[in-house]
């Protein structure tokens, strides 16, 4: 139980262009989704925190109109990278966590390159 | 600014060691501790939580917390090639959001 998908796993874009990527709970309702980047050989990094139905709550430094999310059901939230350019290149992963428990459960990450 | 520290490392052990990883954290509000193990190009995959000092036991893992001393551990018996990876460390309050420690990277030596 408590799998989380993200889709796709690999995208390659050209520079301008918007890319968008899924995080699904596939076996839970998923009151909160987080969304991070990770760096080559550094840590994850929370970009934002969505609650369904609601406004992302976004970190410090992390421009909400470039970084679009999108908590639209308790299975399914949306990133979309507005106007990438390749230093938004980046593994970004999405988690989930039910109403019920601490535990934040991983997606497999989506690898963007942007050209 | 809350902050997680590990040591980076790396960490070599010899198979059949016990590896010890280290995190300190600064917030004293901090609520819940995980370990994450990490394998380059994947997601993070939980190994064991912990929210009450003392220690933890869980198969080869044991966590062990000092909250007076900010500090949480990880120690791997036994341990495995398989075990080598990055070995992230993370801290959550209320808000449930987690920070990360930049991770130690393990590498057990057949």
């Known amino acids: 139980g408590a799998v989380v998908s993200q889709h796709p796993s690999r995208v390659i874009c050209k520079s301008g262009t918007s890319v968008k990527i899924e995080c699904r709970s596939l076996?839970?309702?998923?009151?909160?989704m987080f969304w991070y980047r990770q760096f080559p050989k550094k840590s994850l990094m929370l970009m934002a925190t969505?609650?369904?139905?609601?406004?992302?709550?976004?970190e410090q430094g992390v421009e909400k109109d470039k970084f679009l999310i999108n908590h639209a059901s308790l299975t399914l939230s949306t990133l979309t990278v507005t106007s990438a350019h390749p230093e938004d290149s980046s593994f970004y992963i999405c988690?989930?966590?039910?109403?019920?428990?601490?535990?934040?459960?991983f997606g497999p990450g989506t690898r963007l390159t942007v050209l | 600014q809350k902050e997680v520290e590990q040591n980076s490392g790396p960490l070599s052990v010899p198979e059949g060691a016990i590896a010890s990883l280290n995190c300190t954290y600064s917030?004293?509000?901090?609520?819940?501790f995980f370990w994450y193990r990490q394998y380059s190009g994947k997601s993070p995959e939980l190994i064991m939580f912990?929210?009450?000092?003392g220690d933890k036991e869980d198969g080869r893992f044991t966590a062990q917390l000092n909250k007076a001393s900010q500090y949480v551990s990880l120690l791997i018996r036994d341990s495995q090639p398989s075990d080598s990876a990055t070995y992230l460390c993370a801290v959550s309050g209320s808000a449930r959001q987690l920070t990360f420690g930049s991770g130690t990277q393990l590498t057990v030596l057949p």
């Open positions: 969505s609650n369904e139905g609601s406004k992302a709550t976004y």
């Open positions: 988690s989930a966590s039910r109403e019920t428990d601490n535990e934040q459960f």
């Open positions: 076996d839970f309702q998923a009151t909160t």
């Open positions: 917030d004293r509000g901090s609520q819940s």
């Open positions: 912990i929210y009450s000092n």
